[in-house]
């Protein structure tokens, strides 16, 4: 069974500039998580999805938001990008809620 | 906010030898996951032990959880250069339904030959 892909894996952009990352769960998994890891803040819950709703949120500002389609796929999305959104951004999925969660290798985003 | 602390924050041991690192956390959980990761890559999974658990073994790995004084540990027994990374305890909280991973500060693990 193939694992979480997330795409791209790298990019880099520019500040004020807004970003869509990707994140294609395991085969039948109906939850997404998304987190941040950065050295300073460590890794640091964004929002999960279920059924494409989103149940949980972290807490981050309104420009880091998110969705879910109907195959599981989900999208995150960061609008006017801030130097400290410089971050590996890591997706996870699992069967539902308080399962294991089997994370992607992630996107590296480099805001300049 | 950190809901775990990862204890010590590095450990250098050498091949052969057993190392533990330990986790504590501040609330009630469902669940705690152990995760490693190598040089900023993505997390994979080790162990998933939920809340009514005491220990859980996989391979090399044993897993403690002691929900009265909320902290876990992990032992890994006769180590490896390959088990050098960063590992993470994450703590899934018991409230809601949805899943919500809270994650340690980590432990860094230097394997030396």
């Known amino acids: 069974k193939a694992g979480v892909t997330q795409t791209p894996r790298y990019l880099i952009k520019t500040r004020g500039q807004q970003v869509t990352l990707s994140c294609s769960p395991i085969?039948?998994?109906?939850?997404v998580s998304w987190y941040q890891q950065t050295p300073g803040q460590g890794l640091q819950f964004l929002f999960e999805?279920?059924?494409?709703?989103?149940?949980n949120k972290g807490n981050f500002p309104g420009r880091f938001s998110g969705r879910q389609f109907s195959n599981s796929r989900s999208e995150m999305n960061v609008s006017t990008l801030e130097l400290g959104d410089s971050a590996l951004y890591l997706c996870?999925?699992?069967?539902?809620?308080?399962?294991?969660?089997?994370f992607g290798p992630g996107t590296r985003l480099l805001v300049l | 906010s950190q809901q775990g602390e990862e204890d010590p924050q590095a450990l250098s041991i050498q091949e052969g030898e057993n190392a533990t690192m330990n986790c504590s956390y501040k609330?009630?959980?469902?669940?705690l996951q152990w995760y490693r990761q190598n040089s900023g890559r993505g997390l994979v999974h080790l162990i998933l032990?939920?809340?009514?658990?005491r220990e859980k073994h996989s391979g090399r790995l044993r897993v403690t959880l002691d929900t009265s004084k909320k902290s876990s540990s992990l032992l890994i027994t006769a180590s490896r250069a390959a088990d050098t990374a960063s590992y993470f305890c994450?703590?899934?909280?018991?409230?809601?339904?949805?899943?919500?991973?809270?994650f340690g500060t980590g432990t860094r693990l230097q394997v030396t030959l």
């Open positions: 609330t009630s959980i469902n669940n």
């Open positions: 996870a999925s699992s069967l539902g809620p308080f399962g294991t969660q089997y």
């Open positions: 085969s039948g998994h109906r939850s």
């Open positions: 032990i939920r809340s009514n658990e």
């Open positions: 994450a703590t899934d909280l018991a409230t809601g339904t949805a899943s919500k991973l809270t």
């Open positions: 999805y279920f059924s494409e709703t989103q149940r």
